[in-house]
T-cell receptor
């Protein structure tokens, strides 16, 4: 039972364009969502988060959108840079503050 | 500098042998976690501990064991009972109840030869 789903295993985008990574969840008890970025052979690093009471959170080039009715969130990266090439995981957090991760999306930004 | 240290970075093990992966943190976090990453499978939770001397099984605990004798340390033993141990293992820590998410170590790549 996958509570957090990232249906696109990979995404390629041209440098300077927008990258949109999607994530769906089934657990209505999640009240916080996070995005992590992971380079090969390294641990994931926190990127951006959003509370379920909000529908948007922005941090520089990164914006996360939350659609609670659709149980869907997305991460927008504008403009995309080659250094953004990595695996991106979304995660949901409930009252216990344990994270449930999606399977990840490999983003490749082409120069 | 606070952080999580996993060692070694690369580990080779013969079939039938147990091996222990180290995870140490100096962030004063109460909670610690072990995840396994396989291609296309994301991060799967093996074990977690919310407090010293207590730990719980995650989604894929079979063939693994842990201990939490000190707040700073949460070693993971991959036993010979684990049928497919070759993977990338990640340790993380957090403040229970906080919205800060997890801090991850840099991982250990275990290969069974």
């Amino acid at each position: 039972d996958q509570q957090v789903k990232q249906n696109s295993p990979s995404l390629s985008v041209q440098e300077g364009r927008i990258s949109i990574l999607n994530c769906d969840y089934t657990n209505s008890m999640f009240d916080y969502f996070l995005w992590y970025k992971k380079y090969p052979a390294e641990g994931p690093t926190f990127l951006i988060s959003i509370s379920s009471i909000k529908d948007k959170n922005e941090d520089g080039r990164f914006t996360v959108f939350l659609n609670k009715s659709a149980k869907h969130l997305s991460l927008h990266i504008v403009p995309s840079q080659p250094g953004d090439s990595a695996v991106y995981f979304c995660a949901g957090s409930g009252s216990a503050r344990q994270l449930t991760f999606g399977s990840g999306t490999q983003l490749t930004v082409l120069p | 500098d606070g952080g999580i240290t996993q060692s070694p970075k690369y580990l080779f093990r013969k079939e039938g042998q147990n091996v222990t992966l180290s995870c140490e943190q100096n962030l004063n976090h109460d909670a610690m976690y072990w995840y396994r990453q396989d291609p296309g499978q994301g991060l799967r939770l093996i074990y977690y501990s919310q407090i010293v001397n207590d730990f719980q099984k995650g989604d894929i605990a079979e063939g693994y064991s842990v201990s939490r004798e000190k707040k700073e340390s949460f070693p993971l033993t991959v036993t010979s009972a684990q049928k497919n141990p070759t993977a990338f293992y990640l340790c993380a820590s957090s403040i229970p109840g906080a919205n800060y998410g997890y801090t991850f170590g840099s991982g250990t790549r275990l290969t069974v030869v």
